[in-house]
């Protein structure tokens, strides 16, 4: 079974997102493991889609030059293998339903539960529709994992009550990225969410300052960051890990 819950069992997780592939796969590797040693309780890994619909420039831009790289599933599966021989925290997978459906859903999740992949997140498939992939997901221990926007008001007690894993809260409208300000009511949308399910829940889009993660954490689970890591990658490139993984302590420490 997933082990999800773990992540969130010494207090609010951090949960860092880098794109598989970005700048190569060897550099993914190396920031993992900073992350890992640097306090990150949960890893979300993406794979690279060339329709990444729910990404702002940031994340795209990192999709584009993995994909340019020549990262295929494929190899991001032999990666995940790597670091699974001496890395336990929980790790999950961001891509698109695209990219699953194009593989084969069943061989592709079968492929996770084997090398130990706990989750999945589609950001692009929408509640109504998921049972194609969940019925999989239940048959091989994998957590589809359900996204709670601030547009899904009436649906959050629907969302929350079928919820594995964890639940991604969605602090903003529109596409990944850093933002100066986070508006949305994060305390009423997760005080549904507790009212209808015990799953943990963690909020991502826009965060990147300790001072956003350390607010967020007052209400949610964890806190998820994105863009701001890939930023950092894209700045630092090869020798990414090093100050990726003194980011992800900075933040760990701030939500503590």
Avoid: W
């Avoid at 979300?44 to 340019?68: C, H, K, M, Y």
């Avoid at 594995?164 to 933002?179: A, C, K, P, W």
């Avoid at 001072?211 to 930023?231: F, K, L, P, T």
């Amino acid at each position: 079974m997933s082990k999800i819950k773990e992540a969130f069992k010494n207090g609010k997780a951090f949960i860092p997102f880098i794109t598989c592939g970005d700048p190569d796969l060897a550099t993914t590797e190396a920031t993992v493991r900073e992350m890992v040693k640097n306090g990150a309780d949960l890893i979300e890994l993406g794979i690279p889609f060339s329709d990444p619909t729910a990404e702002g420039p940031v994340i795209q831009g990192a999709n584009i030059r993995a994909l340019a790289g020549g990262v295929t599933t494929d190899k991001i599966f032999g990666l995940v293998e790597k670091l699974r021989a001496d890395i336990s925290t929980p790790m999950v997978f961001m891509t698109y339903a695209n990219v699953v459906f194009s593989y084969g859903a069943e061989r592709f999740i079968g492929k996770c539960s084997q090398l130990g992949i706990d989750g999945l997140i589609l950001p692009d498939l929408p509640f109504e529709e998921k049972e194609e992939f969940l019925s999989v997901c239940k048959q091989f221990g994998v957590d589809l994992i359900s996204l709670i926007a601030p547009t899904s008001a009436d649906r959050i007690a629907m969302i929350a009550k079928e919820a594995d894993g964890f639940i991604y809260i969605v602090s903003s409208l529109g596409v990944t990225g850093v933002r100066t300000k986070i508006t949305t009511d994060i305390a009423a949308l997760v005080k549904v969410v507790r009212e209808n399910t015990d799953v943990p829940c963690a909020v991502g889009f826009g965060i990147s300052t300790p001072e956003q993660a350390a607010n967020m954490a007052q209400y949610a689970d964890g806190v998820i960051v994105g863009s701001a890591i890939v930023r950092l990658i894209a700045e630092h490139g090869t020798a990414s890990a090093k100050p990726v993984g003194e980011y992800v302590k900075a933040m760990k420490d701030a939500i503590r």
